[in-house]
């Protein structure tokens, strides 16, 4: 679901401006996981107890991964491409790990440490460019604040940034997400949380809905329905992965919903004509990338 999500993001993201799509994916994920939620009230055999601890996690979760996450995400799909994009979110795995480390006192083995460099030398070798490729600033999604200064500005135009600072929130995400699963077994409420906590950053953060709302009816259906599916797949692999935290180590879990590449680049390949430009160079980036996490994992202690 992750790696079909990538493709429909590139397609509509051709077809419809970003901040109407976001608005429109995030939008679905609440509301389609309300209805899943609604479904599991009527059919569950156990009353629903609440754990205050639990909500305020996934809320933060949502915060990073459903929000800060998706934002550098659909800026990076759009400056690098949806095969580039998601050998970026492979990367998560590994700064799962770095953070585990840092917070939570996990060593890393040696292994681990060139498993993790190796990720990045693959991370560098896709996303090399001698120049500096600027994207409309009509099609960029709003981030956390609307005034900017110029240097952050300049920061964020380096396409490298877009794709770590995604991994990152989706790492912080990820972490919060398992720590709220194992002490409240609530995937689709936890879900639910998160997409509400995104929805409501984005609108509080300087969504003009009026502006999207004039523009929403004269823009492309097909767009419209591709960020619809969107938000329905994103929403279901995210309720996916959070209830395997319950039954699977958690970067265990992150490293087999990330590896989004094995499934993108071959069909963007075939489907779409090569139309990024996936070279040996990139190829041989996305197997030193996929390397690397597979050996942080596996030596993980």
């Known amino acids: 679901m992750f790696a079909s999500n990538i493709l429909i993001t ?7 401006s970003l901040n109407l799509g976001f608005l429109i994916s995030v939008s679905v994920n609440l509301i389609f996981c309300s209805l899943l939620f609604a479904i599991e009230l009527v059919t569950r055999k156990t009353t629903l107890q609440l754990n205050i ?3 305020g996690i996934f809320i933060l979760a949502g915060a990073f991964s459903t929000y800060l996450g998706r934002w550098f995400f659909f800026e990076s799909v759009i400056r690098l491409g949806a095969s580039k994009a998601s050998i970026f979110q492979v990367s998560s795995p590994a700064f799962t790990a770095i953070l ?3 917070f939570l006192a996990e060593s890393l083995a040696l292994p681990s ?3 993790i460099i190796v990720t990045i030398l693959g991370l560098g070798v896709v996303a090399y460019k001698p120049t500096v490729h600027v994207a409309n600033p009509q099609t960029r999604v709003q981030g956390p604040s ?3 200064t110029l240097s952050i500005m300049d920061i964020l135009r380096a396409d490298i940034l877009l794709g770590i600072g995604s991994s990152l929130a989706y790492a912080v995400g990820t972490l919060l997400r398992g720590r709220g699963i194992r002490t409240w077994n609530e995937p689709i409420l936890g879900a639910l949380l998160g997409a509400a906590a995104g929805l409501l950053l984005y609108v509080c953060t300087g969504a003009k809905l009026r502006e999207l709302a004039a523009t929403l009816k004269v823009s492309n259906r097909q767009g419209l329905l591709l960020y619809a599916v969107s938000g329905v797949l994103t929403i279901s692999a995210q309720i996916c992965a959070i209830w395997s935290f319950r039954f699977i180590p958690i970067s265990v879990s992150n490293l087999v919903t990330l590896c989004t ?5 071959p069909v963007t390949y075939l489907f779409f004509k ?3 430009a996936i070279t040996l160079k990139v190829l041989i980036g996305a197997l030193l990338a996929i390397s690397g996490i597979a050996v942080t994992i596996m030596s993980a202690k």
Not at 10 to 16: I, L, Q, T
Not at 261 to 265: D, K, T
């Open 10 to 16: 590139k397609a509509a993201a051709d077809r419809v």
């Open 53 to 55: 601890t639990a909500i």
């Open 100 to 102: 585990a480390w840092i």
């Open 113 to 115: 440490i060139i498993g």
């Open 146 to 148: 609307k005034k900017r």
């Open 261 to 265: 590449p094995l499934v993108v680049i």
């Open 274 to 276: 090569n139309s990024e």
